[in-house]
Every structure is written in structure tokens, then in C-alpha cells.
């Protein structure tokens, strides 16, 4: 079958050959085998580096722990994340993340879009303002699994948030806000309405909306806290890649 693909891992194998780990936008995510990849004459040359969109030529066969990758046609090589370390660190955050959500074999073609985008938002995003791209991605990634915080109502009994209050109770173990009645047992914390006027635009905003959102320091620290807390309940893990993101100021 072919299919469009994204590399998320590699591995040498033997002198020649590679195993990638491809995630399939019609098959889902799997190991494969690019044999003589690095031979001379390979029709894989150039196209398995990691991050690279491309044309899959696959050979499945059902029960196969590595199935067999026949032919690669570069759809999009993102050069451009190799031009600063921040954008390797937030494309290398995201497929993580991708990576730890979807079992090998499972389809899942809104996760290879949403994936598809976010390393295109990874390469051309402002600098300066690539973790707030980041942050947005990650929302929107909880929200398709089915994992996204609460924002209008209480997470625990479903009654609309009270307008016009300055400081809601947050839990991100519990999925969102939480009313005064069921704050008590999920690790709730106080947070400025203005964390979730932020998470709301992280989940509907394109990309020039949030590359000139007006955001407080205080509140993207106090989303960014709340996201990193449900991603990895939600993951069982923390990131690897996260941490080089860190030494990035937002602006």
C-alpha cells in the first residue's frame, strides 16, 4: 500500500539497513525495514531523516512484528527545523508525545494530520514565541484524545462556570475547572480566568492569531504547568525532549 508517513524514530540495523518507525496516516503507526538504505545507490537516500513527510511504499503482511518499507518519496523534508535547536527540541516534543499516545498498528489519521501540522508549526513558528506554538499543539493533542480540560463547566458535575469570577479552581487530574462544591480531593489550584482565556485560544486560534497573542508571563507558567501535569498523567511519562524547551523565554 502507499500511504503518507512521518519518520519519527530510526535505528541502524546491520551495515546497510535501517529500521524507522513510520507513522502511516492509512495504516497507523509501525516498525519497518528500509533495506540497503545506505548503500549507494538507495532509493531511500535523503528520505528517512527524522521529521520527513513522505510517500510510503509498504509491503504488510498481517502478524509481522517489522513489515517492509519498499519505496520513499519526500513530500516534505522540513529543513527548516534544523536551522535552530528550539525547533529540533519542540518537533522532537511532539512526535514524543504522538509516539507515547498511539499503540503500533492502531489508525489514527486525526493524529497524523494534527502531527503534520504541528511540525509544520515547529519549523516556521516565530522563534521567540515557540512555546506558545507548542503549548496550543498540546492542547489541541489532549482534546483529539479525548483528554481536553474542561473550560466552560465543571469537570465533575457538568454546571456552567459562574461569569465574571476573577479565580476559578483548576485540577488537571480531574480534567478542568471545578466548581467550589467539587474542588475538595483532586489537587485543585487557583488560577487567574486569564489561564483560561489562554487555553481557549490555544485551542481555536490559527497560527497568526496566536503568533500576536497578547499573553501574561504569569498565566502561560501556570498553563504550561497544567499541561505538562496532564500530559504526563495522561502518558504515564515524562517527556525527554521537554526540558531544552525550557531555557527559551516567552515573549
Known amino acids: 500500500m502507499t500511504t503518507p508517513a512521518i519518520v519519527m524514530r530510526k535505528l541502524d540495523f546491520r551495515e546497510t539497513s535501517l529500521l524507522v518507525w513510520l507513522f502511516t496516516r ?15 545507490r538507495s532509493p531511500f537516500l535523503g ?20 513489515q517492509v518499507l519498499a519505496g520513499a518519496r519526500v513530500e ?11 525547533r529540533l527540541a519542540g518537533a522532537s516534543c511532539l512526535v514524543e508525545e504522538a509516539l507515547r499516545a498511539l499503540p503500533e498498528g492502531r489508525k489514527d489519521p486525526g493524529l497524523f494530520d494534527l502531527l503534520a501540522a504541528g511540525l509544520i508549526l ?25 483528554l481536553g480540560f474542561s473550560l466552560e463547566r465543571c ?4 454546571r456552567p462556570l ?13 480534567g478542568g475547572c471545578l466548581c467550589p462544591e467539587h474542588a475538595g480531593g483532586n489537587r485543585p489550584r487557583k488560577v487567574h480566568r486569564g489561564v483560561l ?8 486560534a490559527r497560527a497568526p492569531q496566536l503568533a500576536a497573542l497578547p499573553v501574561a508571563r504569569e498565566d502561560f507558567r501556570t498553563a504550561s504547568e497544567l499541561l505538562d501535569q496532564a500530559l504526563e498523567d495522561r502518558l504515564e511519562a515524562r517527556l525527554l525532549s521537554a526540558p531544552v524547551l525550557g531555557s527559551l523565554s516567552l515573549r
Not at 47 to 66: Q, S, T
Open 26 to 40: 492509512e495504516a497507523g503507526r509501525f516498525t519497518v525495514l528500509a533495506k540497503g538504505a545506505y548503500r549507494p
Open 47 to 66: 528520505a528517512l531523516d527524522l521529521f520527513i513527510h513522505l510517500e510510503a511504499d509498504l509491503v504488510l503482511k498481517p502478524g509481522r512484528e517489522i
Open 76 to 86: 516534505n523534508a522540513h529543513r527548516g527545523l534544523s536551522r535552530h535547536p528550539l
Open 122 to 146: 515547529m519549523e516556521k513558528f516565530p522563534l521567540e514565541r515557540i512555546q506558545l506554538a507548542r503549548r496550543a499543539w498540546e492542547t489541541r493533542f489532549l482534546d483529539l484524545l479525548g
Open 155 to 158: 469537570a465533575a458535575c457538568g
Open 162 to 174: 459562574p461569569p465574571g469570577v476573577e479565580e476559578f479552581f483548576f485540577s488537571s487530574q480531574a
Open 197 to 204: 482565556a489562554l487555553f481557549r485560544a490555544f485551542r481555536t
